[in-house]
C-alpha cells in the first residue's frame, strides 16, 4: 500500500455510509471542509433495505412525542436537501405524494381514531375522508377497508437512489471520498477521553481529522478507543421487506403511500416511479439476519387485505436487515460529555435511529454541521449520545425518562 494511502489527513472523518453518515459528509462537504466516509459497503445496511417513507405524522408514536419536534424539522429541511443534489429530484426518487392511512377493521378503525387524536392533539393536520373518498383516490383499495385518512405532509424518497446520488455528489467534491475499509477503533491524543484525532482502520491505516463522526449503526458499540463512561445501548431491530413489479396492466397500482393496520398489525405499500411496490416491513428481535418465510407470508397476506391486486404482482426481491434501535428508540446524536470539562473535544455519535433514518438524515446532517462549527443547538439536548451512561447530563434525558 502507497503512503499516500497508509495515512490520510482530512477535516472530517465520517465512520458509516449509510444514509445518516452520507448526508452528514455531504453536509460537511458543502460546507468546504475536506471529508472522508469510512465504510467497506456504502449504502448496504439498513439503507439497502429502507423504504424511504418521510412519515413524521404517520410514525408518530404513542409515548414518543419528543422525537415529534426532531422529525418534524427533518421533514422541513428535506426539500432543501434534495436540491442540494441538484435539479433532477427524480435522481433520488423524492415524490411529494401524500400518505394514506387505513385500518382493515373495525378494530383497526379505533386505533387509528386513537392515533388520530395524539395527533390532531400534537397539531398535526390529518383529514379523515370516507371508503368511497379513499377509493376514488386509490382505485385498486379494497371496498372492505373500515376506515381511511390523508395525511399530506408525508412524502417518499427511494433511499438507494438517494444514496447513489450523495456518492456521485461526494466524488465530483473530491477524490476517494470514500474509504472502503472498515475502522477499528478511534485514535486520541492521550487517554479514551481526551480528544479524539482520528480513525484506525483494519487495514493498519489511518485517517487523522479535527472531527470524527461515528455513525456506523450497529458497529458503533463496537469501535476500540470509544470513552470508557459511554454506554451505547443499541440492539439490532430486523426486518423483512419486499420488493414486487407490478404489470404493465396494473399500472399505476398505487399513486401515494398506502399505511395500513390489518387486525392490529401495521404494513405499508410505497409505489416507486419505476413500476416497483415496495411492502413492508415487519419487526423482529430474535436475532436472525436471514429472511423470515413468516415474515413474508404476513406482509403479503396483509397487502393483499388493503390491495387485493398485490397477489398479481410479480416478487422481485426479500430483503431483511437490522436497525439500530435503543432504550426510548430515539437516536444518539451529538457530542459526549468528557465528565470533567465539558464535552471530548473531536468526537460526534450520530446513530441509533431506528427505523426513521431516512426520514431524520437532513437535520442529522445540519446538526452535526452545526456541532463541528461551534454551535449548540439546545432543541436536541435530549438525545445526547451519552444519556445513558453514568456520567449523563441531568438536561440529557428524553421527556419522560428512558426504558
Known amino acids: 500500500m502507497s503512503e499516500r494511502r497508509s495515512h490520510r489527513s482530512v477535516d472530517v472523518a465520517v465512520i458509516g455510509g449509510g444514509v445518516i453518515g452520507l448526508g452528514i459528509a455531504w453536509a460537511v462537504a458543502q460546507s468546504g471542509r475536506t ?41 422541513t429541511l428535506y426539500p432543501a436537501f434534495i436540491d442540494s443534489l441538484g435539479p433532477d429530484s427524480d435522481a433520488t426518487g423524492y415524490q411529494r405524494t401524500r400518505t394514506l392511512n387505513v385500518g382493515a377493521d373495525e378494530a383497526d378503525r379505533q386505533a387509528l381514531a386513537d392515533l388520530r387524536g395524539v395527533q390532531l392533539a400534537n ?27 390523508v395525511v399530506g405532509q408525508d412524502h417518499q424518497v427511494d433511499p438507494r437512489r438517494l444514496t447513489a446520488r450523495i456518492l456521485l455528489e461526494l466524488a465530483h467534491h473530491g477524490h476517494d471520498a470514500v474509504i472502503r475499509v472498515q475502522a477499528s477503533g478511534l485514535l486520541h491524543s492521550a487517554d ?42 443499541l440492539r439490532p431491530v430486523y426486518g423483512d421487506i419486499l420488493r414486487l ?40 428481535e430474535d436475532g436472525s439476519g436471514v429472511v423470515s418465510a413468516g415474515g413474508v407470508y404476513q406482509l403479503l397476506r396483509d397487502a393483499q387485505v388493503l390491495v387485493p391486486a398485490v397477489s398479481e404482482l410479480e416478487l422481485i426481491e426479500t430483503t431483511a436487515r437490522a436497525r439500530p434501535g435503543t432504550p426510548d428508540n430515539a437516536p444518539l446524536l451529538g457530542r459526549v460529555d468528557s465528565g470533567t470539562d465539558g464535552d471530548i ?27 463541528i462549527e461551534g454551535i449548540a443547538d439546545d432543541r436536541w439536548r435530549a438525545f445526547r449520545p451519552d444519556r ?13 425518562g428512558h426504558s
Do not use: W
Open 35 to 75: 471529508v472522508v466516509v469510512i465504510d467497506p459497503d456504502p449504502a448496504g445496511g439498513a439503507t439497502f433495505a429502507a423504504a424511504g417513507m418521510l412519515a413524521a405524522v404517520s410514525e408518530l408514536h404513542y409515548q414518543e412525542e419528543a422525537l415529534l419536534e426532531l422529525m418534524l424539522a427533518s421533514s
Open 123 to 149: 397539531g398535526l393536520g390529518v383529514e379523515p375522508i370516507t371508503i368511497r373518498e379513499a377509493r376514488v383516490l386509490e382505485p385498486l383499495l379494497s371496498p372492505q377497508i373500515s376506515s381511511a385518512f
Open 192 to 233: 479514551a477521553s481526551s480528544r479524539v484525532t482520528g480513525v484506525a482502520l483494519f487495514d493498519g491505516s489511518t485517517v487523522t481529522a479535527t472531527d470524527v463522526v461515528v455513525a456506523n449503526g450497529l458497529g458503533a458499540a463496537a469501535l476500540d478507543g470509544l470513552p470508557e463512561h459511554l454506554k451505547l445501548p
Open 245 to 284: 413489479r407490478v404489470p404493465e396492466p396494473l399500472q399505476p397500482l398505487l399513486t401515494c403511500t398506502v399505511r395500513g393496520l390489518v387486525h392490529g398489525v401495521p404494513v405499508y405499500l410505497v409505489p416507486r416511479t419505476d413500476g416497483t411496490l415496495v411492502i413492508g416491513a415487519t419487526q423482529r
Open 345 to 371: 473535544p473531536g468526537l460526534i455519535i450520530a446513530t441509533g435511529f431506528f427505523r426513521h433514518g431516512v426520514l431524520l438524515t437532513p437535520v442529522a446532517a445540519e446538526h452535526c454541521l452545526q456541532l
Open 388 to 400: 445513558f451512561s453514568s456520567r449523563a447530563p441531568a438536561s440529557a434525558l428524553l421527556k419522560g
